[in-house]
Each structure stands twice: as structure tokens, then as C-alpha cells.
């Protein structure tokens, strides 16, 4: 562990042991204060579907000294195609590997979540605390302390909490007003799961594009293994709620939504009954004010989820660790000067990378119909036939994150 700013070490407890509060625990641990990761999940949460690092975010995890192990696991994805119903790519679009100027759709860091959260689990583990199958419920908080109420009936006390448990996060309902909601809706849900990999499963991802709004997305990640996406555009209460339902009820949701729907549906339905991975959620920005009060602070998705067309969630989260644990390392006795700071640095930076998601644009890329479908591919392809995506990107002096400069490191990252 290394010494910080020669401040008094803080009793740090980190709700949320995913992306964002892994990143919280690898900086702060290395600020000299003593953290805390209280996970719900009864183990490491170490599932999902593939991220990517982009911009900014790239260089945080360089920081940190874990761009290597970083490339060491990352997902062979040559780019993206817009394919017909019978599978044939009708527009392609690569990534840009040059080292220069923008990712396209597909980053060159492409990573499976679980083996992101392995990476930072390993060069946290024994300077951290980790708690697993407890999360963190409500609080209660004077000018001394916060004490934590924890899901097995226990409190704890602490000199700071940092809410990192995602965008559905408890300890941000208890911190905002009741009856407040945060989030900035778009119309759209997605639900993705595993399914066996078959011989034509290419390292280009699929993009299928179905009328009413829908859309089928294939990706591999390994010899064996491939994602299955179903996206769909639609405003309703059932499409809303179904994402609280049992699994069973979700499955149920979504084959029957694109029952219809053409190319390898039937494949994928068939797959998403066995998968060990089956997740379904509505596709949210997290957008709020206030960040923190008094010795409660809001972190990553908690605080200013994206949305995963922003194409810079994972990347938001490790930037927002990397800003807050700073701030809090530089002015470990002053934390209103440093949870002022945290939000005065990186509130710009989140107003880019979320303005960057235009409702627009997306209901053009998920047309109504099968006319709009066709002006869709037959556009693409034309600008994929000129080189207008690839000469856009590498000719870009900014990836999604803009002008916004990274602040200074934390702490020093040794012995990583």
C-alpha cells in the first residue's frame, strides 16, 4: 500500500464491487486509507457481456498499470457488419486499429465484463476488504461519521460511503429526495445472453435490423461461445416492467417480441433457455444534480450512468473512480473540498460523454420498416464504399470523451 498525501487515513466503505467500485478500491487503497467493498452478490460478479475501453478510459486503466493484462484478455472483434436476412453483410464497418484518432462502433479494447472484473479484483484483493453476499441498504449520517445499514440487519461506521452499486443503486435512493427519478429514458430495451458458437459465427459482429424497431446482434468472444442481442425500440409499461420479472417471464417477453423476426432467431431462442447468462434491462441515463451530501458520495453508473450507447460506460466508471479517489487522496481531512471537487471536474466530462446519445440518431439506426431498413444499409454502404467511417475516425483529433483532460494520478501506482 502507498502512502497518500500524509492526510489521516479514512475508513472508506465502497458499495458496489463492479467496474467503478474495484477501480474506487485500487486508488484509494493506494491513498493509505482503509477500504471497504461490500458486494450483494454472494461472490465476485464476474458475468456479463463484452465492454470496451475508449478514450479516456483507456488511459485510466494505463494508469493504473493494467493495460497489459488489459490486452492480454481481450476479444478478437474485427468490426461490425449490417447484414440482410439471409446473413450476407451489406455494409461493414472496422475497427480502428491505427492507434490514432477515434474508435469506431468496435473499440481495439474490446474485453469480456467478467474478465474486467477479474483484472481489477487481482491488483485489489490484499489491499482492499471485500465482502461478499452483503450490500448496502440505507444510511444514517452526522458531521462525524455515516453508518451504514447493511442487507444482513448489521451497521457499520465510517468516515466516508461512496454508492458504486450500479444504476438501479439503493444508496442513491436514500440519498435524493423521495419520489425523485433519475432516470433519462429512451425508449429503447435490450436483453443478451450465450449461446454456442457454430462454424459461421465470424470475428465480425452481425447487425440485424428488423422492422418495427427491433434489432439482432451477434458477437463471439470465444472458440465456443457467442452473444446473442435482441434489441428492441418500444414505449409501454410492460416494456418497462418486464425487466423486474422472473427470468422465466423475460424469455417469454422477448421471444414473443421477435418471434417473427427472421435469420438465426429461432437459433438464439433455442439458446437462451439453456445460457448460463441471461440478462434483461431498459436502456437509461442516470441523471442527477446532486452527487453527494455530506460524507455520502455517488460513483459510476450510481451517479451518471451513460447507457451503453454511449459507448463509454465502462470507461465513465473508471474515469469517475479515478477523479473521486484523487480529490479525496489530495484532501483526505477536508472531504466537502474534495466531493465539491470531484463533481466540478467531472461533471463535464459526463455532460459529454452523455450528450453524446441522441434519441434521433438511434431511431434511425432502429427503423420502423422495411423501406427505412433498406435506405439505412443502402446509406452505409455507399459511405463504407467511399471509406467515410474509417477516414472519419482516424482523421478525428477526439474519441467520445472530447477535449476533457484526465486530472493527475491519485496516487502513485507502485508495485502493480
Known amino acids: ?83 440482410d436476412a439471409r446473413g450476407r453483410a451489406r455494409a461493414t464497418i472496422m475497427a480502428n486499429t491505427s492507434g490514432q484518432g477515434r474508435q469506431t462502433l468496435t473499440s481495439e479494447y474490446e474485453i469480456m465484463r467478467g474478465d474486467l472484473v477479474r483484472i481489477l479484483h487481482e491488483a485489489t484483493r490484499d489491499d482492499a476488504e471485500y465482502v461478499f453476499g452483503t450490500g448496502v441498504d440505507g444510511f ?45 429514458r429512451l425508449g429503447i430495451h435490450m436483453a443478451y445472453w450465450f449461446v454456442p458458437r457454430v462454424a459461421s459465427d465470424s470475428r465480425v459482429r452481425d447487425t440485424y435490423m428488423v422492422p418495427g424497431g427491433r434489432q439482432i446482434m451477434r458477437r463471439s468472444h470465444n472458440a465456443t461461445e457467442t452473444q446473442a442481442y435482441f434489441v428492441l425500440r418500444e414505449e409501454s409499461e410492460e416494456a418497462t416492467a418486464i425487466h423486474r420479472a422472473p427470468v422465466e417471464r423475460q424469455q417469454e417477453f422477448w421471444a414473443s417480441r421477435f418471434r417473427d423476426a427472421g435469420w438465426q432467431t429461432e437459433r438464439f431462442v433455442e439458446g437462451m433457455r439453456t445460457s448460463p447468462f441471461f440478462y434483461s434491462q431498459e436502456i437509461v441515463q442516470v441523471r442527477t444534480d446532486v452527487w453527494s451530501e455530506g460524507r455520502v458520495v455517488l460513483a459510476g453508473d450510481a451517479a451518471h450512468c451513460a447507457s451503453p450507447y454511449s459507448g463509454m460506460g465502462v470507461s465513465g466508471g473508471l474515469v469517475g473512480a479515478h477523479v473521486l479517489a ?17 463533481d466540478r471536474v467531472l461533471r463535464p466530462f459526463v455532460d459529454e460523454i452523455q450528450g453524446e446519445v441522441s434519441p434521433r440518431l438511434l431511431r434511425l439506426g432502429m427503423p420502423m420498416t422495411q423501406r427505412a431498413i433498406d435506405a439505412f444499409q443502402a446509406t452505409t454502404a455507399l459511405a463504407c464504399f467511399l471509406r467515410v467511417p474509417d477516414l472519419a475516425a482516424r482523421l478525428s483529433k477526439e474519441d467520445r470523451g472530447g477535449a476533457w483532460q484526465l486530472p493527475d494520478d491519485p496516487a502513485p501506482a507502485v508495485g502493480v
Open 326 to 342: 484523487g480529490e479525496i487522496n489530495r484532501h483526505p481531512g477536508d472531504l466537502p473540498t474534495a466531493l465539491g471537487n470531484y
Open 140 to 184: 444514517e449520517q452526522d458531521e462525524s461519521k455515516v453508518v451504514a445499514h447493511f442487507s444482513d440487519g448489521s451497521r457499520g461506521a465510517y468516515d466516508l460511503l461512496i454508492g458504486a452499486d450500479g444504476q438501479g443503486s439503493r444508496v442513491r435512493r436514500a440519498l435524493l429526495p423521495e419520489g425523485f427519478d433519475p432516470y433519462w
Open 1 to 83: 500500500m502507498t502512502k497518500g498525501s500524509g492526510g489521516p487515513p479514512l475508513r472508506v466503505l465502497v458499495a458496489g464491487g463492479g467496474i467503478a467500485g474495484q477501480a474506487l478500491a485500487f486508488w484509494l487503497s493506494r491513498g493509505g486509507h482503509r477500504v471497504t467493498v461490500a458486494e450483494r452478490f454472494p461472490a465476485l460478479r464476474a458475468a456479463g457481456a463484452q465492454v470496451d475501453l475508449r478514450g479516456q478510459g483507456i488511459e485510466a486503466v494505463a494508469r493504473m498499470g493494467l493495460l497489459d493484462a488489459v490486452r492480454g484478455k481481450l476479444v478478437d472483434e474485427a468490426g461490425v457488419a449490417f447484414i
